[in-house]
């Protein structure tokens, strides 16, 4: 069984391409949509863990 990382990757290079189509920031928009395509494929393969990111900033404030 494929993993959801190709799957949603393709989605985002899929919705970049057809957001980008005809417009002069092409390639732009391509990378985010791929980039975003990418980390949520990671998410749901449960390879990015996002719960880190609140406690990260909380030390980085008290830090201060």
Do not use: H, K, Y
């Not at 919705?15 to 494929?41: E, K, P």
């Amino acid at each position: 069984m494929m993993n959801a990382t190709p799957i949603c990757l393709a989605i985002g290079l899929a919705l970049g391409f057809a957001a980008a189509f005809g417009g002069f920031g092409a390639f732009a928009i391509v990378l985010i949509f791929s980039a975003i395509g990418l980390l949520v494929g990671r998410w749901l393969d449960g390879e990015l863990d996002l719960t880190s990111l609140p406690r990260s900033a909380q030390a980085r404030r008290n830090r201060r």
